[in-house]
């Protein structure tokens, strides 16, 4: 959020320094962008404030479904600082130490929100044993998200299944798939929800480093 928010704020710097030579559709759009936003974080302090909060301080835990819609909210926060931050660089003259920040933002900002989102799908599922395979009631199964290497290692040497994933290997999944637009090596993705997810983050990143960044490189040359 705090990301999102500098974010934001960058880029409304942009859009006010370069106001007057502007085209009036982009800036329309830059306002449409900016209200869509305030909506989106306005929801989300909103539900964090009302919902999330009380509970909290009574000593309940937010629910998975409360998680759910405050991560939503965040990614669309971000989504739409990626449109803008698009739409921006494709008819303002900005500087390209400029963008590199706001490339290396988004970055972190997007890394972070898919590191939610694959704890959210995959980490849940283990823990309520939901399995995708299981042939016979003594087999050795894999979880249906993502399969690590430690878990694969364990059912071959070990024939066991009991290993489970902690934070670092999420984070440790999310930002190598940030760098290379796919899952590291040894990782795999079981069934379609993980699939479409990592779709959408290799897209995300792909407009980072290749639209952002590698415009930010180009005008420093």
Known sequence: MILNLGLRLRILEHVLH????????????????????????????????VRVLPGWRRGLVPTHRQLGFLVQLASGMAAANLLSEDLTIYRLNLSSYGLLLDSFVLYFGISLIFLFWYWYLDNPLRRRGV????????A??????????????ERDVLQSDRWQPGFIDYAYFAFLSSNCFGPPEGHLLVGRPIKVLHSLH????????????????????
């Open 202 to 221: 290799s897209l995300a990143m792909i407009t980072v480093f290749i639209v952002i960044l590698a415009r930010a490189i180009n005008t420093l040359s």
């Open 18 to 49: 370069a106001h007057r030579n502007a085209p009036w559709l982009l800036m329309e759009i830059q306002r449409g962008v900016l209200v869509l936003f305030a909506l989106l974080l306005v929801a989300f302090w909103w539900l964090l404030l």
């Open 140 to 153: 050795i199964s894999t979880p249906y998200g993502i399969v690590f290497p430690e878990e694969t290692l």
């Open 131 to 138: 399995l995708w395979e299981q042939v016979r009631p003594t």
